[in-house]
């Protein structure tokens, strides 16, 4: 398909229509370029996985009056060029959009319209096909509360994929095709606790735990119970360390950052400033882990580099007694957005680069500063 189409300077201090999304992208490039589509407010965006060739996102919309859309991104780091390689109809508002780790075709999506909510597996077309039309694989039934996202495995092919909803986590198993998924079991987090999301433990497939409004739990899903309570309010979203077993972040409406040991429950490593708002989602860089992205409700797009605790003398309640958390653990601020920041997703192809997705449907695509990149050496998991 056609690449976005370039906007001359003096078009660039115009205001944005209600019905535009800008794409920017910053970094390597002196100046950054802005493109613009018609589409609608979005808060949902993933890295393609499984990609080899391309840089790639995916982005889902979210208008309560116009048809959805999920739009297809590619980004060359060598040009910084944006191309929009697909763009597909999507008739529910999408509220969680994640890409299948080992068929980059495939992807699920989160949706809502009114009382009317679920989740289905989507594969888009070969991009030499031509069509402009999703194939729905299959829909996640059973679910009686609000789905809030679903589960890939981390890494490599699966059979299985998880979902949440407010009170209740469901496990599917997947045939070989992708084409079926098939129910294999239903926990409940109790009425008392509304997940907010969640997510799967790299290093052991058995374990997934969930952002509750006061508390993160942990699951064992061969039990499908409840195997640790770390009560902490406010915790909105978690992810786990992708080279360090045991360690995980989680963000929240306190506006800070939080990292954490399962081994150590009650008791955060390090807290980091977070965001002078909400803090809505951090993330992980897949290949280096002292590198976290964050994003919030104050617009802006954050930068840390956090210790990977190795050697960490344990047993310290709070960051003031460690000498470690004196240090300002922000690299830079990025401020392209000029709404909340719902969205954030690090490239699983090129792991320094990433995007953000701002409410009123702006994706800005960015780069670790080089000398930063320059230092980092990869960490071998655990």
């Known amino acids: 398909m056609d690449p976005y189409q370039r906007m001359d300077k003096s078009r660039l201090e115009m205001p944005v229509n209600d019905s535009d999304v800008r794409i920017s992208t910053q970094g390597k490039m002196r100046n950054h370029v802005t493109y613009a589509t018609t589409v609608m407010q979005a808060r ?19 208008s309560a009056r116009e048809e959805n ?3 297809l991104i590619r980004f060359s780091s060598n040009s910084g060029e944006v191309t929009c390689d697909g763009l597909y109809p999507h008739h529910h508002e999408i509220w969680n959009l994640a890409s299948c780790p080992f068929d980059y075709l495939i992807f699920s ?4 319209s009114g009382s009317e909510y679920g989740a289905s597996l989507w594969k888009m077309p070969e991009h030499e096909k031509g069509s402009s039309h999703l194939l729905q694989l299959a829909e996640l039934h059973g679910h009686t509360n609000k789905i809030k996202c679903t589960l890939w495995w981390p890494s490599g092919r699966h059979n299985q994929l998880a979902s949440i909803d407010e009170e209740a986590l469901f496990l599917w198993s ?27 433990d790299p290093h052991d497939i058995n374990i997934v735990a969930t952002a509750c409004e006061s508390s993160i739990q942990h699951w064992d899903l061969r039990s499908m119970k409840q195997i640790q309570t770390l009560e902490h309010a406010h ?6 360390n992708p080279k360090k077993q045991h360690i995980f972040v989680t963000a929240g409406d306190d506006s800070k950052i939080h990292i954490w040991d399962q081994r150590m429950p009650g008791m955060f490593l390090l807290e980091v400033p977070g965001h002078s708002h ?30 990977p605790f190795e050697g960490l003398e344990y047993g310290k ?66």
Not at 109 to 112: E, G, I, L, W, Y
């Open 44 to 62: 949902s965006i993933s890295s393609v996985n499984g990609d080899a060739q391309y840089t790639r996102f995916l982005v889902g919309t979210l």
């Open 69 to 71: 859309e999920v739009h």
């Open 109 to 112: 999506t989160v949706f809502a």
């Open 174 to 200: 997947l045939d070989a095709s992708g084409k079926s998924v098939k129910m294999q079991a239903q926990l409940s987090a109790g009425m008392l606790h509304h997940m907010a999301g969640g997510a799967w």
């Open 235 to 240: 915790v909105r979203d978690i992810d786990f």
């Open 278 to 307: 909400w803090t809505w989602q951090a993330r992980y860089n897949p290949k280096y882990a002292e590198l976290l992205l964050s994003c919030g409700t104050d617009s802006a797009v954050n930068l840390w580099q956090v210790e």
């Open 317 to 382: 309640k709070s960051p003031d007694d460690s000498p470690r958390a004196q240090l300002d653990p922000l690299i830079q601020s990025y401020n392209g957005h000029e709404d909340s920041v719902y969205g954030i997703a690090w490239s699983s192809r090129e792991p320094w680069i990433f995007a953000s997705l701002s409410y009123d449907g702006r994706v800005v695509i960015e780069s670790v500063p080089q000398p930063i990149s320059k230092m980092m050496k990869p960490l071998t998991g655990e």
